[in-house]
């Protein structure tokens, strides 16, 4: 009787599903607020439909790009239908993507995305390298039907261990479908669309962006259009130099042509650059330093500097201090004052007496070495 009653309970109990876990919005970086938004295409296919806008803030500048967005998640007889908008920057690199309220993502017998599931689907979005760019649909997944009415989705096969980490357990095929309008042909669009607003304001944005794509994007564009060489842009390349990008930096200070450090004020400000910079590219700086005709202020500068200098530093800074036979007379006094340095003594002495002009008693003071 016991036995009965339980497979009553069970034949009219309603069935329950899988807990659903909250949107983790915290994990995903956040968007500039945008004031309006300008539709750029629509695209409906079999596979695909969406609207791609492009959006702007008050000052009227493009943000990025969305997408609202319909896909079918389809793999052998059964479709999921996914509603999702993703967001693009003005290069077509991703950014992040969200969803609708009351909207959520589901695997195979319908159970809802966890919030590791979430992050982990944002995480194989951002990687334009991924795996899933080198496999076709049907090498990647083993299909599993479902007598539910909520559709089908696939897990990994076992022979494709390789992938273990580019895709979510029970939700492969959406993840490829998902990484592959990510990072089709709609990023070409974009592209497009963003080149055709590209002007000097934007090249600046660019240059002056978080975003290395946008920078390394915008030192194209300065090549292109010979502003590389406009001292009205100096300004802005020290403040580059200066910032947290040191890849970028020393690739945009590698493009800057000697010429752009000719006048004494801009020498004083690349030196200024060069102490608060990491110590790769002061090693850029100094080498460029070595090709230039240095003003005194910078040569003074460079001496006063020694006392602080690594050793490498100082071997530097002494090979470029040699080449001036018409030394400022407060750098000679700040070389005078190593000439009883137990490694740079004899190399400093030598630029001292090619001095083409010495104070008599530094003349005096300097017989008593024996180099």
Not at 252 to 257: H, I, M, Q, T, V
Request: aromatic share 14%.
């Amino acid at each position: 009787m016991f036995i009965w009653l339980i497979v009553c309970f069970w034949l009219i109990a309603p069935v329950l599903e899988p807990p659903q876990e909250p949107f983790p919005e915290a994990y995903f970086p956040k968007l500039p607020e945008h004031v309006s938004m300008h539709e750029v295409a629509v695209v409906h296919t079999d596979s695909v439909r969406y609207t791609l806008s492009l959006t702007y803030n008050d000052a009227k500048e493009p943000l990025y790009y969305k997408a609202e967005l319909f896909t079918p998640i389809c793999y052998s007889s059964d479709c999921l239908p996914v509603w999702i908008n993703l967001y693009w920057d003005l290069l077509g690199n991703y950014i992040r993507y969200d969803l609708e309220e009351d909207e959520i993502l589901t695997k195979v017998e319908h159970h809802p995305f966890k919030e590791e599931d979430y992050t982990k689907l944002h995480d194989i979005l951002g990687n334009a390298h991924s795996l899933l760019g080198e496999y076709k649909a049907e090498e990647l997944v083993a299909p599993i039907e479902s007598d539910t009415p909520y559709g089908v989705d696939a897990t990994t096969g076992a022979t494709l261990k390789t992938i273990k980490n580019e895709v979510i357990d029970g939700a492969v095929y959406s993840c490829y479908t998902l990484w592959h309008i990510t990072w089709g042909e709609i990023t070409d669009r974009m592209r497009k669309h963003t080149f055709a607003l590209v002007d000097e304001d934007m090249v600046l944005r660019f240059l002056l962006s978080e975003n290395h794509h946008y920078q390394y994007q915008a030192l194209d564009w300065m090549k292109e259009s010979g502003k590389l060489t406009d001292p009205s842009y100096m300004p802005h390349f020290l403040q580059v130099l200066e910032g947290r990008n040191i890849f970028f930096s020393k690739k945009l200070f590698a493009s800057l042509p000697n010429e752009m450090f000719f006048e004494s004020s801009a020498q004083s400000k690349l030196w200024n650059v060069f102490q608060s910079v990491p110590y790769s590219l002061q090693n850029d700086i100094l080498l460029r330093f070595m090709e230039m005709q240095l003003c005194n202020r910078v040569l003074i500068l460079m001496s006063d500097f020694l006392p602080d200098a690594n050793d490498a530093q100082k071997r530097s800074l002494l090979g470029i201090l040699k080449n001036y036979s018409k030394l400022p007379e407060e750098g000679i006094t700040n070389l005078a004052g190593f000439l009883e340095h137990p490694a740079y003594g004899k190399e400093v002495y030598q630029i001292l007496s090619a001095q083409q002009s010495l104070d008599k008693t530094l003349k005096k003071e300097m017989k008593k070495y024996n180099y």
